[in-house]
């Protein structure tokens, strides 16, 4: 199970870093994605970087969040700036086979526990 940490309460304009590490070793094919999910709207995905090191964004928070690899190969860092308060939400992280998206597949993926980041004046 991944393991994430970095949320919390910021105001709005602010920053917060969020970091997923996987367990274990993984394939080098396996993509590593952060997704969001409230309660009566659908999981969405936010941003992911491929065992390709290729990324992806959403259209709502590209050219505000920033996805990296971490200090090992199974860990990524997702830095989010000008944080809006529609960007509250559980981040999840997830590891695993993904596609043309370089996401992973949700149904095929490993999920951490979430980590909420509350964007709030």
């Known amino acids: 199970q991944p393991v994430e940490s970095g949320g919390g309460l910021v105001q709005p304009g602010g920053s917060l870093q969020l970091s997923c590490a996987a367990s274990?070793?993984?394939?080098?094919?396996?993509?590593i994605g952060w997704f969001r999910h409230v309660p009566g709207k659908e999981r969405e995905g936010v941003s992911c970087?491929?065992?390709?090191?290729?990324?992806y964004y959403a259209p709502s928070v590209k050219d505000r969040f920033t996805i990296t690899r971490g200090p090992t190969k199974n860990s990524v860092n997702l830095q989010m700036d000008s944080l809006k308060p529609e960007d509250t939400s559980i981040y999840y992280c997830?590891?695993?086979?993904?596609?043309?998206?370089?996401?992973?597949?949700?149904?095929?993926?490993?999920w951490g526990q979430g980590t909420p980041v509350i964007v709030s004046a």
């Open positions: 997830a590891v695993g086979m993904g596609g043309a998206t370089n996401c992973p597949y949700p149904s095929l993926a490993d």
């Open positions: 970087l491929g065992g390709n090191n290729r990324t």
């Open positions: 274990g070793t993984i394939p080098d094919y396996y993509d």
